[in-house]
């Protein structure tokens, strides 16, 4: 694994699953339970790897556009 810094503190990231909210629109917002990050120890700031990402766009193409708030548990 490439060894990342954080952007804030410039200290080392290390992974770890975390609930996150993404805000779709105005009056969306999706969270996702045991998403992959890096996070940094010391400041708390987190990094998404490309590939989550791109997965987690994929996953956001699928939901309710209806729903004003959508709980999902991320899988790889």
């Given at each position: 694994?490439?060894?990342?810094?954080?952007?804030?503190?410039?200290a080392?990231?290390?992974?770890?699953?975390?609930?996150?909210?993404?805000?779709?629109?105005?009056?969306?917002?999706?969270?996702?339970?045991d998403?992959?990050?890096?996070?940094?120890?010391d400041?708390?700031?987190?990094?998404?790897?490309?590939?989550?990402?791109?997965?987690?766009?994929?996953?956001?193409?699928?939901?309710d556009?209806?729903?004003?708030?959508?709980?999902?548990?991320?899988?790889?």
């Open positions: 694994m490439k060894c990342h810094k954080c952007h804030v503190c410039g080392g990231l290390v992974p770890v699953k975390t609930d996150l909210p993404f805000k779709v629109d105005l009056k969306r917002i999706v969270i996702f339970k998403l992959p990050v890096l996070q940094c120890n400041c708390g700031e987190y990094l998404l790897e490309d590939a989550v990402m791109l997965r987690v766009e994929q996953i956001m193409e699928r939901t556009k209806e729903a004003e708030l959508e709980i999902l548990r991320y899988a790889a």
